[in-house]
């Protein structure tokens, strides 16, 4: 599929091609980061850059990688990034990094990543390519911003670690979904959400 | 009767194509189908149905055959809140004080649920099926008195959403909707299923209102505790009520499990009409007197030594296997299969209630993994019976 018109390649991955609800990619790093809004966040950010850049890279350099070794060149590309996006967390939100913990590392595995640099970077000019990674790296935040909000909203009554919930429910006997804090909701809480945007958009139906 | 029948043909015309409400037509449909029998009959010649039973009256007999179990439910409730604060009350002083306790969480129960079935319904351009008058009903009684009706309500949509809507409505479901309700507010909300408190009518709320001196202690009257014979076994291998008493149901728990008598005249009712399976039920007897035994052979803490026939009577069994385990659209369909499956079902049911120490209730969850294990056991026996009269047909 040629996709020539460049806000398209922005565009897409945030509802048409989304990865996680279309693709059904890096499904495993948005149950474990999502039962908060902020590492969330901060994973969201941290795929987007990683994604960017390793397409962009990859893309830069797509007529000197040969053919037989394209996967290891391009692990390297990948892991260099993610250690860098580690580096930075340590440094300046560290603990932050802390309850991310293995997820950071783990990005290197995350399927969107090598995926997009095997169906896209290697056949693209670097600014599509660029335009791709941003794409897709928002369209995988999206899906985990929104499950977050919900699962950290009413699995604790906060958002970003702040009390919005008011004290007057609980006083009349509101109580938190401790079931939103495990992960099979997010699964359930992801499902919905490929359910709804099935029903909208009728060309995401299999036949 | 005439002049309401008079009243729907009038305004029938409104939902028809075109109507003004045609929008609605499955709604009305439901209420004219629910006030008197369906339109649509079958033609006197070509169609061969021999027998009447369709959802309507399946549903409408195990609704008959929970009530021994709901009334006698809604007297425990009253009888234990009695028991609690030391009054006098009669025979219907406690049935009226239950029935009180159990309104809300009733009426959460079907409004919820009756509200998500209609709207999909309506969505889907289906009838609206009867088969959430059962399940609205199952909930609450499953569930501890205490629970708040908000909640009931919460798990209702949760278990019609996720478990039945999901997959396609009634009869496409997996596993049991209000068994799936339960499991939500398990483990959701811990602390309103299980424990000490919760099992007695405002219990909760009265300890609470005494440790912070708004109510005298002498409130509750000295000695009472509202554990169930299971929560005391668990934590020390004795109980404080007598066979007879957890037979007849004189123990608190969750509103229906409480009396294995009532939900005998349940069973019985069930079998009699021919709706529930008696294969799964012995079946699931069975197993459960097996795992007992076993457990009796190898453990050798005094929960592990308690006699078999214990479980019968203790805790949700006896409600889960006649009504829930039966549930004719998640169990095994071949009749091989309902042995294994109900056999599976007393087994692990056991299991969990007397090895894991964090459940102290099994039978919730071990029907639930055997919904999900049903079509597996069916597919096996399926395969089992074609390789055997493959084998059959064979030339020798």
């Not at chain 1, 609980?170 to 490929?194: D, Q, S």
């Not at chain 2, 939900?263 to 021919?274: E, F, K, N």
Request: glycine share 10%; net charge neutral.
């Amino acid at each position: 599929m040629a996709q020539t018109n460049n806000s398209e390649l922005l565009k897409n991955p945030l509802n048409l091609q989304n990865p996680i609800t279309v693709q059904v990619l890096g499904i495993c790093s948005a149950l474990a980061v999502t039962v908060k809004l902020e590492p969330a966040i901060v994973m969201a950010i941290s795929v987007t850059v990683v994604t960017a850049l390793a397409n962009l890279i990859i893309s830069l350099i797509r007529n000197t990688i040969p053919s037989r070794i394209r996967i290891i060149v391009q692990l390297m590309v990948v892991a260099s990034l993610v250690i860098l996006v580690d580096q930075v967390l340590k440094a300046f939100m560290y603990e932050l990094d802390k309850a991310l913990s293995v997820y950071i590392g783990l990005i290197i595995t995350n399927c969107i990543v090598m995926g997009r640099l095997e169906a896209f970077a290697l056949g693209n000019k670097p600014l599509p390519a660029l335009l791709d990674g941003i794409g897709n790296g928002l369209g995988y935040g999206v899906i985990l911003v929104l499950v977050a909000l919900v699962r950290e909203l009413f699995g604790t009554g906060q958002l970003f670690g702040c009390q919005v919930i008011p004290d007057w429910c609980y006083e009349h006997g509101y109580a938190n979904c401790g079931f939103m804090l495990n992960p099979p909701m997010a699964l359930i809480l992801i499902g919905v959400v490929i359910w709804i945007q099935r029903a909208k958009f009728a060309e995401l139906q299999e036949k | 009767m005439e002049s309401l029948r008079k009243y729907l043909d009038k305004i029938k015309p409104n939902f028809e194509e075109g109507g003004k409400c045609a929008k609605l037509k499955s709604t009305f449909e439901a209420f004219e189908s629910f006030l008197f029998v369906p339109n649509e009959q079958t033609p006197a010649k070509g169609a061969h149905i021999r027998d009447a039973v369709d959802l309507k009256r399946t549903i409408t007999v195990v609704l008959i055959a929970l009530m021994p179990a709901l009334f006698f439910g809604m007297w425990n409730v009253g009888y234990f809140h009695y028991q609690m604060t030391g009054e006098e009350s009669g025979l219907f002083g406690n049935f009226f004080y239950g029935l009180v306790a159990m309104l809300p969480n009733i009426i959460a129960s079907y409004v919820c649920g009756l509200f998500l079935e209609f709207m999909f319904a309506q969505i889907r351009k289906e009838q609206v099926n009867e088969g959430f008058l059962a399940t609205g009903l199952l909930i609450p009684m499953i569930c501890p008195v205490d629970t708040p009706c908000w909640m009931v309500g919460i798990a209702t949509m949760f278990a019609v959403l996720i478990g039945k809507e999901v997959f396609g409505g009634t009869g496409m479901n997996i596993v049991n909707p209000a068994l799936l309700a339960r499991a939500f507010l398990f483990f959701a909300y811990p602390g309103k299923m299980s424990g000490d408190v919760v099992w007695v009518a405002d219990y909760g709320k009265t300890l609470d209102l005494i440790k912070n001196n708004e109510l005298p202690a002498n409130t509750i009257v000295d000695g009472f505790s509202g554990a169930t014979p299971l929560g005391q076994l668990a934590h020390d291998g004795t109980t404080s009520y007598s066979v007879m008493d957890m037979f007849l149901g004189f123990i608190p728990g969750s509103v229906g499990e409480t009396s294995t008598l009532a939900i005998l005249i349940g069973a019985v009712i069930l079998i009699w009409t021919g709706i529930a399976s008696w294969k799964i039920m012995l079946s699931g007897v069975a197993g459960v007197a097996v795992m007992g035994l076993l457990l009796n052979a190898c453990g050798s803490e005094a929960y592990t030594q308690l006699p078999f026939y214990y479980h019968f009577i203790l805790g949700g069994f006896a409600f889960g296997i006649v009504f829930m385990a039966t549930d004719p659209v998640t169990a095994a369909q071949t009749e091989c299969g309902k042995w294994v499956y109900g056999f599976l079902i007393g087994v692990v049911a056991i299991l969990v209630r007397v090895v894991n120490p964090a459940f102290p209730e099994g039978v919730m969850l071990a029907i639930l993994l055997m919904n999900v294990c049903a079509p597996l056991i069916d597919h096996c026996v399926i395969r089992a019976n074609v390789k055997r009269r493959l084998n059959r047909a064979k030339v020798k």
